[in-house]
Structures are given as C-alpha cells and as structure tokens.
C-alpha cells in the first residue's frame, strides 16, 4: 500500500508495537511505544468492528488485513510490529507436566508430544508450548488460519512479528494512571486514561506486551513466515529471479548443444546395454541372494554368542545336582544375569554344588557369585547365586 509506505517515511522512528486480538466480528487495538529509557506508553487503545463477508473475522483474512490497514493509517497506528491473539476456540490445547529439563531438551519433548497427539496432519499446523502455572501448555493452531492470515496482513502492508493465543489469565494492576504487568509498567497516554478495558482490549495489551517479552506465553509464528523476513524475501526476490532466467537460458543453449553430442552416443551403449541386461540381471539377483543369506546368518551367529535360549539355561542348571540343594526361584536382572534362589540341607552341600557349577557348567560367562545365604530354625540354608549364562 503506497499510504503506508509514505507513513512510513514521515513517521519518526520509533520502537512501538501493536497488539491486535481478533474476535468474532471485532478487533482490539494497543499501540505501546517503548522509548529508549526503555520506559513504556500506552499511546492508544481502541476496539472496532469490522464487517466481515464470510462471518467471523479471521474466515476473510484479505477483508481484515485491509481493514486493519486502514485502522493503522487514519488513526495512527503502529504497523511495523504486530503482535496478534487469537482466540482460544482456533486452537487445539491442552496441558503436560514434563520432569525438569533444560530448554532444548523441553522444546524437543514437547513439539514430540504435540506431534502425537494434534488432530491435524503433518505440516499442516503450527506448535507452539508455554508455561502456564506449574505445567507446560501445549498447542497446534492449522495453518489454514495462521499463514493465510499472515499472508494477507504482509500483503496489506503490514508486519506479523508475533503470534499467540488468548491466555486463560492475563493479570496486571492498574495505578495512577499506569499499568503494571510483571517487570513492566506501562503509562496510559491522557487519552485513555479513563478508558474502559474490556477483557478483550486486555487481550490485545497482552499481545502488545508479549511483544517485548516473547518468552511469556505461546508462540506459533516460526522466523521465516514473519512480516519482516516475507518483505525481505520479496524485496530480494526479484533481482535473484532476474538473474536466474538469465542464467537460466544460457544453461538452456548450452544444454542443446550437449544434449544433440551425446544422443548418438545413448544410442551406441542402449544397443550394448541390451546385449549384457539379461546376464546383469541374473548377476544382481544371485548377488542379492547370498547377500541376504550372509547377512541371516551373521545374524544367527551373534545371536547364539549373545545369548542362550531358556530351554539351553534350564538344561544346563538341570544337569548340575547335589543331593538336598534345590532352586526356588529365578530373577532376570538387568545386566542379563539369572539371580536363583534356592535352599541346601548345610553350607557344605552349598559348597558343593557351587563348585560343580563352576567344574561342570561350560556355559556360564562368569564364576557363581552368591549373594545371600542364611539358615531357617531348622538349620536349613536359603542362599541366593548370581549367573550369567
């Protein structure tokens, strides 16, 4: 739009933000300015209604964008930095509680846990996750919403900087004619002052705050699709794509001329390919056999040093006997070993039959390590050995 871009010229520079939130058939406006004391105001705070064709606002993003344009050229409006909400109802949320982990480690388990349980399709959302409380809320918005609207609002001559969604609790006090919400107190332009701030028109002061403070909250617009980096795109875009037809049809002429070289020469090697396909097919088929071959049987073979089967363990352990020792019990820990528990008349027997383990088991990895052993009342001895086959 040519009146934003004189706007944009006469304006003085300035570090102001604006935070829209989109209902249903109006918007709600904050234009906060931060100077650079960084001291903050609240310049102007409106709500208007738009008359959308298809009902709700956001269902004619080109009818809001241009709308929103408007509203940003007539009353003076910051344009450059957009910060939008949208409402709760275009989201799919929920909440998580994760153990305590660092922010790369919390970014990645919970877009993984997004990913499992959004209903849309791959690609066809946008995650976000935010603190809320003591847990971690999580949620998708389809891009059918987000990069339409954004597009269209790039397109009007505005910049998407931030997008998130209506918080359940927006909490901040109101003093003396400023506003305290955290670390940042807000002065109301005169203005405004006595303005009344409707839950919506908090909405978009928490948009506009969540500007300066992006860790706040939920985001969903990823870097490349903001207002700044889409101008920058097509600002560049034209210059890269001028260049590239040129390059373009020189590579196309000199592909002409490789391409009529090199036909005769497909027709020499497709006549001998011919002649050699059968036998290199039958060549790839015997090789891919032995390949799968080898390859089960290497695979047998690790198995079989790896581990043996329960049948082999138990046959083993049977063929091992003292009189009077027996075992009760088996534990497969962790590690692969067998803890067996089991009781002997007295400690020589367990004596015994741990040395015939060790004299006539070949199959055990390491020497019987016994964990335990005690004696009952009746002088019974309950022992606990440690195997590893």
């Known amino acids: 739009m040519r009146s934003l871009d004189w706007v944009r010229r006469v304006l003085p520079e300035a570090r102001r933000?604006?935070?829209v939130f989109i209902s249903d058939a109006e918007v709600f406006l904050v234009d906060l300015e931060r100077?650079?004391?960084?001291?903050?105001?609240?310049r102007q705070a409106r709500a208007e209604k738009i008359q959308a064709p298809a009902g709700a606002l956001w269902e004619s993003p080109e009818s809001l964008a241009e709308n929103?344009?408007?509203l940003c050229v007539t009353c003076g409006l910051a344009y450059d930095n957009i910060s939008v909400c949208l409402p709760r109802e275009l989201f799919f949320v929920y909440e998580r509680t994760f153990p305590p982990m660092g922010r790369e480690e919390l970014t990645a388990a919970a877009y993984w846990d997004i990913e499992t349980n959004v209903p849309f399709a791959e690609g066809a959302y946008w995650p976000g996750f935010g603190a809320h409380d003591e847990q971690i809320e999580l949620a998708a918005l389809p891009t059918e919403y987000g990069r339409v609207l954004v597009e269209a609002m790039t397109s009007a001559g505005l910049s998407v900087e931030a997008l998130t969604m209506e918080p359940l609790r927006f909490t901040y006090r109101r003093e003396n004619g400023r506003i305290v919400w955290r670390d940042m107190e807000a002065e109301l332009s005169p203005a405004i002052v006595r303005a009344d701030w409707t839950q919506e028109l908090s909405t978009a002061l928490y948009a506009a705050f969540r500007f300066y403070r992006p860790s706040v909250g939920v985001e969903f617009l990823p870097a490349s699709e903001r207002g700044s980096n889409l101008r920058l795109w097509?600002?560049?875009g034209n210059a890269i794509l001028a260049c590239t037809l040129v390059a373009a049809l020189l590579f196309l002429v000199w592909n002409l001329v490789q391409i009529s070289a090199a036909d005769a020469r497909i027709e020499e090697l497709r006549q001998e390919y011919a002649l050699e396909s059968r036998e290199r097919q039958n060549m790839a088929t015997f090789a891919d056999g032995h390949g799968k071959i080898t390859s089960a049987e290497g695979l047998l073979q690790g198995l079989s040093r790896e581990r043996l089967s329960w049948y082999a363990v138990f046959s083993a352990l049977g063929a091992t006997t003292v009189d009077g020792v027996y075992l009760t019990e088996f534990d497969v820990q962790e590690s692969g070993a067998i803890l067996c528990s089991g009781r002997a008349p007295n400690?020589?027997?367990l004596v015994e039959y741990l040395d015939r383990l060790e004299r006539?088991?070949?199959t055990l990895r390491e020497k019987p390590s016994l964990q335990d052993s005690a004696a009952d009342e009746r002088g019974e001895i309950h022992f606990k050995v440690?195997?590893?086959?």
């Open 386 to 389: 440690r195997l590893r086959f």
């Open 35 to 42: 100077d650079d004391d960084g001291r903050f105001l609240v």
């Open 360 to 362: 006539e088991e070949t």
């Open 234 to 236: 097509q600002a560049g």
């Open 17 to 19: 933000a604006l935070g």
């Open 68 to 70: 929103l344009a408007r």
């Open 347 to 349: 400690h020589a027997r």
